[in-house]
């Protein structure tokens, strides 16, 4: 059983909505991460955190914001979708050095 | 810095066939390395990881991979594939007092009948 969720799987929506992607993690973990990656392709950090009200922007520029308010959840939101954020989008946790435990990802679809 | 090459993008095998995938990093520090899985639509299991210890690591699905500290590689084998071991392999390298995870570019693996 996932100890760390990702929904929706998978979203199709119209340029210019509102979307958030939830990442939930019942691990307690401190580290949680959002990375981005198209189909086949490498891994993109986009957005981090190493705790509560802790955020920082990864490697990969984005256009989305994240924010850390509890522990286990860690949105990323993207004011107005466009063509270009169709990707997949996957969150991980991690604690020590363990290595990540990864979600499922969510698919986005921008039309 | 720290930087990890795998060197294959994509390796086609015949089912039953041993396999190797090749990953080669950089580091001034000890490192620790893993290695994930990733399969279609998926998101990435962690098939095995080096920390300490013994060089020759066993992991999940009949994987293993070595440590290697003089040639800086950790490549991963096993005997004999399977069709559902067609999947995106990527290698990853940190180390102790580092915050994040750095990923290689991934090795697709496709097993042919």
């Known amino acids: 059983e996932a100890d760390i969720y990702q929904t929706p799987r998978y979203l199709v929506i119209g340029t210019g909505k509102k979307i958030t992607l939830e990442c939930s993690q019942t691990?307690?973990?401190?580290?949680m991460y959002w990375y981005q990656q198209d189909p086949g392709m490498e891994l993109h950090l986009i957005h981090y955190?190493?705790?509560?009200?802790?955020?920082e922007k990864g490697d990969l520029s984005s256009e989305s914001t994240v924010s850390r308010i509890r522990t286990e959840h860690f949105p990323l939101t993207l004011e107005s979708a466009r063509p270009s954020h169709t990707s997949q989008y996957l969150c991980?946790?991690?604690?020590?050095?363990?290595?990540?435990?990864f979600g499922s990802g969510t698919r986005l679809t921008v039309v | 810095a720290q930087s990890v090459t795998q060197l294959d993008s994509q390796v086609p095998v015949f089912e039953e066939a041993p396999v190797e995938l090749r990953c080669n990093y950089s580091?001034?520090?000890?490192?620790?390395l893993f290695w994930y899985v990733q399969y279609p639509n998926q998101g990435l299991q962690l098939l095995l990881k080096?920390?300490?210890?013994?060089?020759l690591v066993k992991g999940i699905n009949g994987f293993e991979a070595e440590f290697n500290k003089s040639q800086t590689s950790f490549h991963l084998r096993k005997p004999s594939v399977h069709i559902s071991d067609t999947a995106e392999y990527f290698c990853?390298?940190?180390?102790?007092?580092?915050?994040?995870?750095?990923f290689g570019q991934g090795t697709r693996l496709t097993i042919n009948p």
């Open positions: 991980a946790s991690s604690e020590g050095q363990s290595g990540y435990t």
């Open positions: 691990m307690g973990h401190d580290k």
């Open positions: 955190s190493y705790g509560v009200n802790s955020t």
């Open positions: 580091s001034s520090v000890s490192v620790y």
């Open positions: 080096y920390l300490s210890g013994s060089t």
């Open positions: 990853a390298v940190t180390s102790q007092g580092a915050q994040k995870l750095v």
